[in-house]
């Protein structure tokens, strides 16, 4: 029987068969898929992505031939059975998620209907090797009116299989040497925490504004110990909000199993000055800054923070409104692989007042999908409250952290 590749080394002298990946990929796929109970999702769009490499057109592509369709034979495979929302994924892991389009459109149109009609070479010895996946109905939870919680969940699992399928492929064409750092855990940035906040700790006295920081920070410590979902914290300036906004994410962190916080701001320069922050109680090593502005003193920091970069694979990530939001309405895999890092995580919105006022609806309905139906708690934080009570469905119910009486006004004096 002949050997189907999948990719052949930049020096030639090593071969990994389709098989190999599509089973790689999947497992890999599954695992992240797995954060939102979705695991059989995740691995069937794995193992069926590249079933057109099967193609004898496809293996002569290896060996410089033309450019072959392989990402078409997947999704129609998917498409047949009914698998609607994996065959959008499987079709556009290239070549970025696809519109749907009308049953009225043309073979070989970009639209996902133009795709299904579009004439394939030959990929059926697929069925020598690949068994087709059974895919149960995803847990999802109805948010509000409308087909919007389907979209999300196509591009959370369109990140799944594009991000698995990068990082397999990474793994055999550097031969096991991609240098990705391991991230710490949640527990470990929860005790660095700790340490870094001891001496403030010990400042109790509430007629002074240091006592009052330490009741704010003791406040969210508490309150990370509450089950998930929608918080506020509104504190006055110079209240000490960006370590006790850190503080409450740690502490919900571990206690919920959660993989990640993810710092939203509207300003590189408070992403510059909050990040510093964080590098100096959690490390460098474990911190994240995304956003155009930012350097590095190093060719190694720099490509460790790139790789990171990519899929916001860091225990601590502080990016924009803008990369955020712009990312979880993609349609591009270079954007959309970090969303399924989103999932399982401390989503805090810093300076929540300055959400995009055109676009707040959206932007309200992406953070009501990560929680209910992506286990992402998320945190607005800010001196001036917006009131956004209104606008969050019905299934989310706001609750605020930190209820103390100094958090009533706007600031509470200098430090």
């Known amino acids: ?29 599954g695992q992240f898929a797995d954060k939102f109970c979705c695991r059989d999702w995740g691995f069937g769009c794995g193992m069926l992505h590249d079933i057109g490499k099967y193609s004898k057109k496809f293996q002569l592509r290896l060996h410089g031939g033309p450019i072959v369709d392989h990402a078409t034979a997947g999704a129609r495979e998917l498409y047949s059975r009914g698998y609607l929302m994996a065959a959008y994924c499987v079709a556009g892991h ?17 639209t ?14 697929y069925q020598s090797e690949i068994v087709m996946p059974e895919f149960t109905n995803p847990p999802l939870v109805p948010v509000g009116r409308g087909g919007f919680s389907v979209s999300f969940f196509i591009r959370m699992l369109y990140s799944c299989l594009v991000d698995a399928d990068f990082l397999d492929t990474e793994q055999f064409m550097s031969d096991g040497t991609a240098r990705r750092i391991q991230n710490a855990s949640m527990e470990e940035l929860l005790q660095s925490l700790r340490a870094y906040i001891t001496p403030w700790m010990e400042q109790t006295e509430q007629a002074t504004v ?4 330490t009741a704010i920070l003791q ?4 309150k990370g110990k509450e089950k998930q979902g929608l918080y506020t914290l509104t504190v006055p300036t110079e209240g000490g909000k960006t370590v006790s906004s850190l503080a409450f994410a740690l502490q919900h962190a571990v206690e919920h199993h959660l993989d990640r916080v993810i710092y ?13 922050v964080f590098r100096d109680i959690l490390g460098s090593e474990n911190v994240l800054e995304d956003h155009c502005h930012v350097s590095y003193e190093s060719e190694e ?24 939001f712009e990312s979880l309405f993609s349609n591009r895999s270079s954007k959309c ?23 707040l609806s959206p932007c309200v309905r992406a953070i009501s999908e990560l929680i209910c139906n992506y286990h992402s708690t998320a945190v607005l934080c800010t001196a001036t409250q917006p009131s956004l009570n209104k606008i969050f469905p019905g299934e989310v119910q706001v609750k605020e952290i930190c209820m103390l009486p100094m958090c009533k006004g706007k600031t509470f004096g200098n430090p």
């Open 210 to 213: 240091n006592g009052k920081r």
């Open 94 to 110: 290239h070549s970025g998620l696809p519109d749907g389009g009308t049953q009225a459109d043309i073979a070989g149109s970009s």
């Open 337 to 359: 692989r970090k969303l399924h890092n989103i999932a399982n995580s401390v989503v805090i919105f810093d300076e929540a007042q300055m959400l995009p006022v055109n676009y």
């Open 301 to 324: 920091e720099l490509l460790h923070q790139q790789l990171a970069a990519e899929n916001w694979d860091k225990s601590l990530v502080v990016t924009t409104n803008v990369q955020f």
């Open 219 to 222: 406040a969210c410590l508490d």
């Open 1 to 29: 029987m002949a050997k189907f590749l999948a990719h052949i080394s930049d020096d030639k002298s090593r071969e990994q068969s389709v098989q190999e990946h599509l089973k790689n990929t999947a497992l890999l796929a």
């Open 112 to 125: 996902l209907y133009g795709r299904m009609k579009k004439q394939l070479k030959d990929y059926q010895a």
């Open 264 to 276: 939203v701001i509207p300003y590189t320069s408070i992403i510059e000055q909050n990040a510093q």
